[in-house]
């Protein structure tokens, strides 16, 4: 017979939430994360991503099983329609980051939440990719994310919540605030 | 019977990319389109997110069928593993908006390619995330995504493919040099 204790807020075991806290405040070397995937092009707009391996707290690791990401267009932007595209995929990045950066905070604070959901859209102007106009940015204009959340909290902490995931989010912060990108290209003989 | 001409390069329809390039250089107003998602939480690091519709033309789309991503956290991450987390997403986004305007711009310019494939990887420190220290950064320090390219280019051409991706694409744009987000939450009763 195995007993066990857990300490579980919105999902989120908080005892090893606070271990891992206590690490990497230990051992700051230890939040050093490396995230990876490998990419290659099908045909036209279609192309597909491996998510396999990371590496963090000083370790490698292998997810449980490998993911497969499918992007392409949609007949009018001249895809086959095979799987979101790219800028979709970026709205889910955000969403998914806020979300579970609100709700993993929220538990560290006891802060329980019922529900939680989202709509996000975004505005490109075509006339930026396809170098029409150099006025005009290739990437979104803007981009608005609606939260609705179900949960016993009052007022101050329903907007104490809303704060939480622009306030912590990785995807949030490297979206906002944009992040250095080095693109290198070789030759396969 | 039923003959069909088309001018394909790279899987890409040269001809309706051409349609296109003429209709919003003739009417700049159908370029505006507008992307969308629905997320919802399910538990601890998960949830999910649905693709369904979009705008654009001047016109509203649905796609051939809706795509359900899936966001999930690894257990170093206290989550249960059943999907790419975010961040990783982050990277496919990249990865796939990277490519696919790379491969549409070369064959604008009459350039084929026979194979492209990309290596992506980000840094990241949890002591961002996990509000340990305010100077570092919450989001991804720093991107490296390596290409390679197989086709009948010259070294010249191989130069001007590696920088077609970063020129062009959206999501590139939007991650490097950043978009206004804007965050709000109203309660479900």
């Given at each position: 017979m195995k007993l066990e204790l857990t300490t579980k807020t919105n999902g989120v075991d908080t005892t090893r939430l606070q271990e891992t806290v206590s690490a990497v405040k230990a051992k700051?070397?230890?939040?050093r994360f490396n995230f990876r995937i490998e990419n290659r092009w099908i045909e036209c707009g279609e192309n597909r991503s491996e998510v396999k391996s990371y590496s963090g707290c000083g370790q490698d690791f292998t997810h449980k099983r490998d993911f497969i990401l499918v992007a392409d267009e949609p007949d009018i932007l001249l895809?086959?329609?095979r799987g979101a595209n790219p800028v979709e995929y970026l709205l889910h990045a955000l969403a998914s980051c806020v979300t579970t950066s609100m709700v993993y905070h929220a538990a560290a604070r006891g802060i329980e939440v019922e529900h939680v959901e989202s709509a996000l859209d975004g505005d490109l102007d075509l006339q930026g990719f396809l170098g029409l106009?150099?006025?005009?940015?290739?990437?979104?204009q803007q981009i608005r994310m609606k939260m609705r959340i179900k949960g016993n909290v009052t007022d101050e902490q329903l907007k104490e919540l809303s704060n939480l995931g622009p306030t912590f989010s990785p995807v949030f912060d490297s979206l906002k605030n944009g992040v250095p990108i080095a693109v290198s290209a070789e030759r396969i003989p």
């Open positions: 700051p070397e230890l939040g895809g086959a329609d106009d150099p006025t005009v940015r290739k990437g979104y």
